[in-house]
């Protein structure tokens, strides 16, 4: 028997985005019946509960107030039903096979936990988030890896019966939610044939500015568990967070070379992506130094 798929998406203030997800989903090939389509509202103010009730009548709303998306994905899957809950972004499409893709990854891979494929269409802004946050989600091979977005991520429900996502995480959460799993002995599977698109705001200004939010939140989220990989590093302070964003940025033209091609780089913005992704990192430093200050003297 075909098993039924939760599907949770996590929403604030993101209302057009959202619409466009829920249509992708709405045309998926997975047997309607056996699909479960869960939107939990963090306390939008854009209309979007109203949108949600009035286009896609056939989801389960959930409107709260606003305390974070990892608050959010345990909200709603405390309220899924189906045997794999699969979550995605309001800021992702999927195509019409993406459940079929994440069920048979799950069954071939014979683990609890798969994510896939993140591809970032659009402009050369679009490119470098696609390189710099998600390069190790456009490579072309199955593979274990250490950590799994939440805008493409397939679970078992009853992994989840012993696992939830930190809640007072802003911001990634999914490495902690990984580490849980990591310690525990489990696998976490990368399967290029599970896609999404991803479509955040592609301007420079936009680029920059996730990555000094992002930089903090590499710093706060190493305080909360030192184990995870540059933790020992941060907790040398500011010496070690400049060591930390020097190693990533070497990751960063790594993963370029690696992945540029995977990524839809051209031959001829590689120049240029090899300095966007240096001083995305040199952008980060400065709110990393900044979160590092905090509760030091």
């Known amino acids: ?27 998926q090939t997975w047997p309607r019946e056996r699909m479960e389509l869960i939107v939990v509202d963090d306390g939008s103010e854009d209309g979007t509960a109203r949108a949600v009730e009035q286009e896609f009548p056939g989801a389960v709303l959930v409107v709260k107030e606003n305390s974070g998306p990892d608050n959010s994905r345990n909200f709603g899957i405390d309220r899924a039903t189906g045997e794999i809950v699969a979550l995605i972004d309001a800021d992702c499409t999927a195509p019409a096979t993406w459940l ?10 014979r683990t609890p936990v798969i994510g896939g494929r993140i591809l970032h269409p659009g402009n050369f802004w679009a490119r470098m988030i696609g390189l710099s946050d998600f390069g190790e989600f456009q490579g072309l091979k199955p593979k274990e890896v250490s950590n799994i977005p939440t805008c493409n991520m397939g679970l078992r429900r009853e ?43 592609a301007t420079g200004k ?18 909360k568990a030192s184990g995870l990989k540059y933790g020992s590093l ?64």
């Open 1 to 27: 028997m075909t098993e039924t798929i939760s599907i949770i998406v996590v929403t604030w203030n993101d209302r057009d985005n959202l619409l466009r997800c829920l249509a992708s989903l709405e045309r």
């Open 100 to 109: 079929e893709s994440l069920a048979a990854g799950l069954e071939a891979h």
């Open 159 to 201: 992994l989840l019966q012993r696992f939830r996502f930190d809640e007072d995480a802003r911001i990634g959460g999914d490495v902690l939610f990984a580490r849980q799993l990591k310690e525990s002995g489990i696998r976490l599977v990368y399967d290029p044939r599970i896609m999404v698109q991803h479509h955040p705001e």
């Open 206 to 223: 936009a680029f920059f500015e996730r990555a000094r939010r992002y930089g903090a939140g590499f710093v706060q989220i190493r305080r």
């Open 234 to 297: 941060v907790k040398w302070g500011i010496p070690g967070v400049i060591v930390a964003t020097l190693s990533r940025s070497l990751l960063d033209w790594a993963r370029l070379i690696r992945y540029g091609y995977a990524a839809g780089v051209r031959w001829y913005e590689y120049p240029a992506a090899a300095a966007v992704l240096l001083l995305k990192r040199l952008a980060s430093l400065g709110a990393a130094i900044e979160a590092s200050r905090i509760g030091n003297p």
